[in-house]
């Protein structure tokens, strides 16, 4: 029955081929623009680690003094040297990091590059097994490296295809702001997207070349980049590691189990009065422990421009729905003649709301076919627009598979009212007014 | 032509009319905001900085090596004497954070040396002698720094400073509304002494509120190029590039081992274009949106009315052979059209309302201005008499003669 039905749709589709033409233009153009712009989304607000996502903890305290304290206030984002140093080495978690985003002078081997910038990270130990960070070559520092403040450095692959030609350097000696560090690995494919572990920096798209332990980052005098904030009377001194009234280190933690999550807040508020109590914090304790995808929440780190054109698209999918239920009515209803034969000759209406759902359904399959060709060139006109995520922009097959469900689903939602209409017509009449 | 019998024509398909008003209703309330959000991003993206733009570039050097802070000193000096005598080049300066670049210095500021004082956030700018003629500033009262008062950033920020500062206006205003600013102290590093107030300066990135975009302050500081970024400006704004290319040429030959890329150097004009990249792609994003509906909204009219006038055929050729001029029929089914359209932006107006109160819970927004509302109006009655043309004519094209036919 089917087939025949199929067949039937397919005659119908074609005899009126304007009316069908633009029904299909209708749900392509609908689709096209929404599955652009979820596209776009479901990218941004992707998980930048799955998997471990809920197990990672991004920690805030409230070391400020009692200036400006109001109750329920968040606490700082990030954590000063001495705060970050004392929880990291309490130890009090599975995994612990303690970082910074830092930018450094690197003077290339090869004296055919001009020396130059790299986006670099300075971090404990802790990062690369914490974020199952995977290697190309060689081995992560370890925590002794931290205390001995070695000079020492793991690449991305990135810039160890710029500076090597990507062949093993590991061994190799590299000239970093007129230091020389021994590089002892290099880093496979990673790429976080969004890059969760610190905002401060672009959000997106931004990917460090250089990783170096903390403290050795501060031994070479190397300055940080990224978001400080001072309180009282913070701003002055240049050596970051002795003031403890400015907060710019990122402090992430993994607990496997909620139990975890819970006796480490429990070890934080404990800390803080602790602190309180040495005179260092003012505050009542305040903290926070927000798992990676709460710590991107809260930052709304998806640009509120995607989520308004996400919006928007829908909008005009809704006009394009109302428009093609206008449509198929129309087509239905010029039908009316042949439907009313169909049933004096025994189809029952049920049959025929089948017949016609199923000329719906091949609608928006055509539809669905248009919306992709036109969504594959909205996102490559997404991928040529200078914004910051631009290049991210591709379809997977989820998202493929969402836009023929999405097409299908909304034409077969257009078609339900038309089709419930036309066969509810008497057939006598319409057959005596032919 | 009577509006009751074209009503009543209408009642018989209640359901397309209805659709169609929510058709149009739904574009009209979408399309007034998008372009509403187009608006306000333009105007963020065109607002003046008080700089002269058009003639400005800037150099940003870095140090590969550490080395003494006054070799570094010493360094500056002889730039900015290299960068001053190139060709076309009207002065140069030293600056610690450039107009929409990466960078934003603010401290807290107040009125007071209280510590509970209000206290709110403003930009830096730290530049030289030379910053306010290189950057084109225009002088709204008081005087310029005078060249004893210039300081090391240490002696800035050192215990009980009292460095002069020179403010915006729109800070002088909300600082002292309503009375002259020059000669009142505030209290930024230590004890500062307003000594001028420029018209316009702008913070370098967006932050904080909207009115703050204005607030900034300017301190007499000698900086080193490691701490900051130098500023040209040229003769004739044609000359930015040539500039620029010779400046990282002289930048490169002399001194020592610097980092000087031509990634670094930039036009100020080209440094906003890309700090408003994501806006203006969003602008074009809801302009290519908001044709699309228009045309999908046109698309269903044609394809309704297409259906319309196959239908009523005979009717038409009843009313043609009893005396009903082509013209009759063409604005019989105009004025239908008018009708739907006319329900369509009437619901379309109460949509945009709400869809804008809506809006401007979840995004920084003002209120739809009145004016977009006849301008939508006048735009979608036009679409929809231009898409329901095609149709009408042929409707007025059926002949009389079909009234004699049976189908």
Redesign the interface.
């Known amino acids: 029955m089917f087939g025949y039905y199929l067949d039937l749709a397919l005659r119908s589709l074609r005899r009126n081929k304007v009316l069908t033409g633009l029904m299909v233009l209708a749900i392509a153009l609908g689709i096209g623009a929404s599955m652009t712009t979820l596209t776009v989304l479901h990218v941004l607000s992707g998980n930048p680690i799955p998997g471990k996502s809920a197990q990672l903890y991004h920690v805030q305290i409230d070391p400020r003094d009692s200036f400006g304290y109001r109750p329920g206030m968040e606490p700082m984002d990030q954590v000063s040297w001495i705060d970050g140093m004392n929880l990291l080495h309490a130890q009090g978690a599975q995994q612990q990091a303690l970082m910074t985003g830092g930018r450094v002078a690197i003077q290339p081997p090869r004296t055919t590059l001009d020396p130059f910038f790299e986006a670099a990270r300075y971090t404990s130990a802790g990062f690369f097994p914490m974020f199952d960070v995977p290697f190309q070559y060689g081995r992560a520092w370890t925590a002794k490296d931290d205390q001995d403040r070695a000079r020492l450095v793991v690449l991305s692959h990135v810039l160890n295809d710029k500076l090597f030609g990507g062949k093993n350097s590991v061994g190799k000696m590299l000239r970093l702001g007129g230091h020389d560090f021994l590089i002892i690995g290099v880093l496979g494919d990673w790429r976080p997207n969004p890059h969760f572990y610190d905002l401060n920096v672009q959000s997106y798209n931004e990917d460090e070349g250089v990783y170096m332990p903390l403290t050795t980052s501060q031994d070479a005098g190397f300055d940080h980049d990224g978001g400080t904030d001072c309180w009282g009377n913070g701003a002055d001194g240049k050596d970051m590691t002795r003031n403890d009234h400015c907060a710019w280190l990122q402090f992430w933690v993994q607990l496997d189990t909620p139990a975890k999550a819970t006796a480490y807040k429990q070890f934080l508020i404990r800390y803080s009065e602790e602190q309180k109590s040495l005179g260092r914090f003012q505050r009542p304790p305040n903290v926070r422990l927000r798992n990676v995808m709460q710590w991107l929440d809260y930052n709304q780190v998806v640009p509120s421009n995607v989520r308004l054109q996400t919006w928007l698209a829908f909008g005009l999918l809704l006009v394009c729905l109302v428009n093609t239920v206008g449509l198929m009515l129309a087509k239905f209803m010029r039908r009316q003649g042949e439907l009313s034969v169909r049933r004096a000759m025994g189809a029952s209406r049920r049959m025929l709301f089948t017949q016609l759902l199923v000329e719906s359904g091949m609608v928006g399959l055509a539809g669905g076919i248009g919306g992709l060709l036109l969504a594959l060139m909205g996102l490559w006109v997404v991928r040529h627009r200078p914004a910051e995520y631009a290049s991210l922009a591709h379809l997977d097959p989820a998202m493929l598979l969402i836009t023929f469900v999405l097409a299908i689903g909304a034409s077969l939602l257009a078609g339900l009212l038309p089709a419930w209409r036309a066969c509810h017509i008497a057939p006598a009449s319409a057959l005596k007014s032919q | 032509m009577h509006f009751r019998h074209i009503l009543s024509a209408l009642g018989r398909h209640r359901?397309?009319v209805c659709?169609?008003v929510?058709?149009i209703a739904?574009?009209c309330?979408?399309v007034c905001n998008?372009l509403f959000?187009i608006g306000t991003r333009l105007e963020r993206m065109q607002r003046p900085t008080g700089v002269d733009e058009r003639h400005i570039g800037q150099v940003h050097v870095?140090?590969?090596?550490?080395t003494s802070p006054e070799a570094i000193m010493a360094q500056t000096r002889t730039d900015l004497a290299a960068l001053r005598a190139l060709p076309n080049v009207v002065n140069a300066s030293i600056v610690n954070q450039t107009l929409f670049g990466h960078s934003f210095s603010a401290?807290g500021v107040s009125l007071s040396d209280a510590?509970?004082a209000p206290t709110i956030h403003v930009t830096q700018y730290f530049g030289n002698a030379q910053l306010p003629d290189t950057l084109g500033l225009k002088l709204a009262g008081g005087r310029w720094f005078k060249l004893d008062e210039f300081v090391s950033d240490e002696q800035l920020?050192g215990e009980g400073a009292t460095v002069p500062v020179i403010i915006t206006r729109a800070l002088a205003e909300h600082f002292f509304p309503g009375r002259s600013a020059v000669g009142k102290v505030i209290y930024a590093f230590g004890t500062n002494r307003i000594v001028g107030v420029v018209d316009r300066l702008v913070q370098p990135r967006d932050y904080g509120t909207a009115e703050s975009y204005e607030y900034a302050m300017l301190f007499p500081v000698d900086l080193p190029y490691a701490q900051g970024t130098y500023l040209l400006r040229v003769k004739e704004s044609e000359q930015r590039g040539e500039v620029i290319r010779s400046a990282l040429h002289a930048l490169k030959t002399d001194g020592p081992?610097?980092?000087?890329?031509p990634k670094d150097a930039t036009t100020l004009e080209a440094a906003r274009a890309?700090y408003y990249?994501?806006?203006?792609?969003?602008a074009?994003?809801?302009v290519?949106?908001c044709l699309?509906?228009l045309?999908?909204?046109a698309?269903?009219i044609?394809?309704?009315t297409?259906?319309w006038v196959?239908?009523r055929r005979r009717q038409i050729g009843i009313r043609r052979a009893i005396g009903a001029t082509r013209g009759d029929i063409l604005r019989y089914f105009q004025t239908e059209n008018f009708l739907i359209a006319t329900f369509g932006i009437a619901l379309g107006m109460a949509l945009a309302y709400g869809l804008n109160l809506l809006?401007m819970l979840?995004?920084e927004l003002g209120h739809l201005p009145a004016w977009y509302f006849p301008v939508g109006a006048v735009t979608l009655w036009a679409i929809s008499q231009i898409a329901v043309l095609g149709p009408a004519l042929r409707a007025s094209n059926v002949p009389p003669v079909v009234a004699t036919r049976s189908?």
């Not at chain 2, 870095?62 to 550490?66: G, H, L, T, W």
């Not at chain 2, 081992?257 to 890329?261: D, F, T």
């Not at chain 2, 990249?277 to 969003?282: E, G, P, S, V």
């Open positions: 359901i397309a659709l169609l929510l058709e739904f574009s309330a979408v998008a959000l870095r140090s590969v090596s550490a401290s510590p509970q920020e081992l610097r980092l000087v890329s890309k990249r994501n806006d203006r792609a969003m074009w994003m809801l290519g949106v699309l509906l045309i999908v909204t698309v269903g044609v394809g309704l297409s259906f196959a239908q809006l979840h995004y189908v």
